[in-house]
Structure formats: C-alpha cells, structure tokens
C-alpha cells in the first residue's frame, strides 16, 4: 500500500482520470442546468444531499472526482513526508525542500476549494427598499435605502445602497454600498450589482461567504514560490 501511494505512476494516473472525469463533468453541466444550477450558490453538502444523490445517473462524475482528488491528496502526503523522513545534506537541500513547498501549496489549495464549498455560500437577488432577507447562520439582511445619481441624458453616474447586517436580533454590521465598495463583516462580503428605482426601489444585492479564500492565497504563493525556486535551483545545477 505504501509503495501504491510512493509510487509516481499513481499521480500520473489519478490526474489522467481526474481530467476524463472533469471533461465529462464540462459536458453533462451544461446538458442538465436544473440538476447542477444550485451547485455553485448552495453549501456542497446540502446540494449533495439533496440534488446530486438523487440525480446519480447524472452526478456520479462529481462523486468520482471527489474520490480522485482524496486520492491525490493522500498520495502527496505520503511522498512529502517520505522526502522529509530521507536524509538530508547542506548541498541539496534546498533542491529537495522546493518540491515539497510545491506539494504544501497544492494542498492548501484543496484545503480552500473544500471550505469554500463546505461550508460558504453565495447568495443574489433583488431586496426592495425597506425589506429584509434572511441569511444563513441567523443573519438578516435589512435595505434601508438606495440612491441613485442619475443624469437624464447619460444614464446612472453614481449610486449606493444602505445596508444593515442583522445577527442574533443585534446589529453587527451597517455601511452604505457602492461601485467596488462592499460590506465586510467576519467573512461575509455584501455587494450591490444593480439597482432599479421604478416602480419601487430595490437592489440586486451578492452576499457571499468563502472561509477558504485566505487559504487559496496562501496555497498560491507557496506554488509559485516553490515552483520558480525548483526551477531556478535545476537551471542552476543543469
């Protein structure tokens, strides 16, 4: 079992079935949009629960690529603390240590896809000017007002959206939205995409939650960190 996971052929392999899987993944999406149109915007376990194990003749790829990937994942652990357990000298030490930085990366970044997709959520629609919509994790979402500087030849110059974040009956979080000027509020970003004002104000508001994101960056750096010293260490030797 240990020389499976060792073994190079096993990556190799996994990412040759990992890309078959994805590339029927990328046909049956857009084949059946009511079978994966929540998959994206709901919590993964709740889609799995409720959509995906119901539809398995047509998500049984999504199930695949979840195994593939904990594969993989297992298989880099195995082979990083191999090459840590292994001797080290002065000479090749940062020749060695590069890879693994690679594989820290790697992992970190499937760390972030799995919170993201475990547990965030991203949330749009239309809120009417005085209304409030539920959130999950006991928030509410109130729209005071919104605003709009509109020129009668041009169109919208300049518009906002005033905001309250409700938690636990407390208010936590208020601000006023705008063009690239969000609400943050412990990992939940609320942002204004567009805004009607007849017959009645509203706005199309985004919330958004992704616990992953800070982890993807971390996951990002030390890839390309790792990846440009490999290379640059190779190029050296060669």
Sequence with gaps: MIKFFLSLKTSVWTLLVLICIFFVGSYMMPMHREIFSSMNDDLLSSWAERTALDNLWYTWWFFAAVAGLVLLTINTLVCSIQAV??????????????????????????????????WGYKLSGALPEGTAAQLPEKKTLYLRAVHADIDPKWGPRDWSAEVTLIEN??????????????????????????????PRPYAVLLVAKDPGAIWALVGGILFILGSLSHLALKWEKG
């Design 85 to 118: 357990k292994e001797k080290w000298s002065r000479s090749n030490a940062l020749l060695r240590i590069s890879p693994q930085i690679i594989h820290i990366g790697f992992l970190f970044i499937l760390l972030a896809h799995l919170l993201g997709a475990g």
């Design 169 to 198: 009956n407390q208010t936590v979080a208020s601000g006023t939205l705008g063009p690239n000027r969000p609400l943050l509020y412990k990992g939940v970003a609320i942002y204004m995409k567009s805004f009607e004002l007849e």
